[in-house]
């Protein structure tokens, strides 16, 4: 069945670096592939999308570009910040089936 | 209020009793989704409703687990027999139906089996 892997956490970074945090997929068809937030004590919410190969989604200064040939959709930001602190979830849509998640990754920002 | 609302927020049972978790999407959304969030395990999707249409209960864990959306609104997903293992944050999400992949989440429900 369809899955996404991402890499394992936690990532602890200072201010201002670069942040990527790594997101394959395995599907059938075509998906659409999707990153999610979850800041402290808040519920899960859409960070950015892509629906195609090669679309790039953005959004609050991250990106993500739909790799189909390594069927990749990695997420990354030039400067991070303390408030960018959350657990990040690469998720895909293939069909009428429901979201399927990675298990996500715990970034940590320092001032 | 305007987003997905869920009750109670915390939840600590015994071993062996049913729980009952309540989920209030934001009006319109046809699509009502629960999810499960256990440590280190990300989210285990559960069931999902879309419309009038027979939910896709293909998450469910056990035959212990099952949910209702009475007037294509509320949602409770009930839990007999609890066992520790149970134990995770209950997510429940709602979304357009035209739009299933932009869901809203709401907060959870912890729920803790002793």
């Known amino acids: 069945g369809d899955s996404v892997t991402q890499m394992e956490g936690p990532v602890t970074l200072s201010e201002e670096a670069f942040l990527t945090i790594n997101c394959t997929y395995t599907?059938?068809?075509?998906?659409?592939l999707f990153w999610y937030v979850q800041y402290p004590g808040e519920g899960l919410q859409l960070l950015l999308k892509?629906?195609?190969?090669?679309d790039k989604g953005s959004n609050k200064g991250f990106e993500a570009t739909y790799r189909k040939e390594t069927t990749s959709f990695h997420l990354e930001k030039g400067s991070v910040q303390v408030s960018d602190s959350a657990v990040y979830f690469c998720?895909?849509?293939?069909?009428?089936?429901?979201?399927?998640f990675g298990k996500g990754t715990r970034l940590s920002v320092i001032a | 209020g305007a987003g997905v609302s869920q009750s109670p927020s915390n939840k600590v049972t015994e071993k062996g009793k049913d729980v009952e978790l309540r989920c209030d999407p934001i009006?319109?959304?046809?699509?009502l989704y629960w999810y499960r969030q256990s440590l280190g395990q990300g989210l285990e999707f559960l069931i999902y409703?879309?419309?009038?249409?027979?939910?896709?209960k293909s998450g469910l864990p056990s035959d212990r687990f099952s949910a209702e959306r009475t007037g294509g609104s509320v949602s409770t997903l009930t839990i007999q027999r609890t066992q520790q293992e149970d134990s995770a944050v209950y997510l429940c999400?709602?979304?357009?139906?035209?739009?299933?992949?932009?869901?809203?989440f709401g907060p959870g429900t912890r729920l803790t089996v002793t």
């Open positions: 999400a709602s979304s357009r139906r035209d739009r299933a992949y932009e869901q809203y």
């Open positions: 599907a059938t068809g075509y998906p659409s």
């Open positions: 892509a629906t195609k190969a090669d």
């Open positions: 998720a895909l849509l293939s069909g009428n089936t429901p979201l399927v």
């Open positions: 009006s319109g959304h046809t699509a």
């Open positions: 409703f879309q419309g009038n249409s027979a939910p896709d």
